[in-house]
């Protein structure tokens, strides 16, 4: 059975989107989408290019509130900054919340995207593993 995951950060254009292409390129049964406290309504071009550099960029991935996503179901909520923890809703089924935090690379060189990419992949996929 296919288990859903939702990545919070307060953006939505680097870290949440990251993590939700990450997590839909390297756990199996797991799916997972994104959405920003307050959206940034665009992906940061260095998000995408580093995932388009490791072959994981998918054109359906974008910046979106997280109104559109309310109404569904999921098995676990990951907030991925401190902002959207503190902002995070309650969903009407009892789900699960997890907060893993990252710096935000937006403003700075593209290596720290590299940097980024690879804290989410060796830090967040285990901790998602370890609580679905």
Same mark, same amino acid.
């Given at each position: 059975m296919l288990k859903k995951?939702?990545?919070?950060?307060?953006?939505n254009?680097?870290?949440s989107i990251i993590a *939700?292409? +990450?997590?839909n390129s390297y756990l199996d049964g797991v799916e997972a989408k994104s959405c !920003? =406290?307050?959206p940034s !309504?665009?992906?940061h071009p260095n998000a995408k290019k580093v995932l388009e550099m490791n072959g994981i960029w998918r054109d359906d991935y974008f910046s979106k509130s997280l109104d559109t996503i309310l109404d569904e179901e999921f098995d676990l909520v990951v907030t991925v900054c401190d902002n959207a923890k503190e902002r995070?809703?309650? &969903?009407?089924k009892k789900t699960k919340v997890i907060h893993v935090g990252f710096s935000d690379p937006d403003g700075k060189d593209f =290596?720290? &995207? *590299?940097?980024?990419y690879e804290e989410i992949k060796t830090? +967040?996929?285990?901790?998602?593993?370890?609580s679905l």
């Open positions: 995951v939702l990545v919070m950060c307060t953006g254009s680097c870290r *939700e292409a +990450l997590i !920003g =406290s307050n !309504g665009r992906v995070c809703p309650l &969903f009407p =290596s720290e &995207f *590299e940097k980024t830090t +967040l996929l285990p901790k998602i593993k370890e």
